[in-house]
Nanobody, 122 residues
Framework: QVQLVESGGGLVQPGGTLRLSCAAS????????MGWYRQAPGKQRELVAH???????QYGDSVNGRFTVSRDNAKSTLYLQMNSLEVEDSAVYYC????????????????WGPGTQVTVSS
């Protein structure tokens, strides 16, 4: 099993930046894809970005060009650099891990972190 814990959320003004981290533990050698999802009140959980063990990345349309996903395999840590934040980016951000390569659907992920709140407000 894999355990995930996110950190780095908080309150930021529009146009600001935040960097989220996700520390993985347990059977990390089984992870093929790691992803960031977010969920705002009253909305469905949506893909923010994912990265495979081959370092292939995919981004949601609303964050493409503003967010960057990366991973440090030596530290078993996933990152999400968020730039030019908008009010619409406010949500709980979840880290997820999958044993499948290129997982894109929430149902394809095997482990989830508890989430970290990101609030973008002036």
């Amino acid at each position: 099993q894999v355990q995930l814990v996110e950190s780095g959320g908080g309150l930021v003004q529009p146009g600001g930046t935040l960097r989220l981290s996700c520390a993985a533990s347990g059977n990390v050698f089984t992870i093929k894809t790691m992803g960031w999802y977010r969920q705002a009140p009253g909305k469905q959980r949506e893909l923010v970005a994912h990265i495979t063990s081959d370092n292939e990345t995919q981004y949601g349309d609303s964050v493409n060009g503003r967010f960057t996903v990366s991973r440090d395999n030596a530290k078993s840590t996933l990152y999400l650099q968020m730039n030019s934040l908008e009010v619409e980016d406010s949500a709980v951000y979840y880290c997820a891990a999958s044993v499948r390569l290129g997982a894109t659907m929430p149902s394809s992920y095997d482990a989830w972190g508890p989430g970290t709140q990101v609030t973008v407000s002036s």
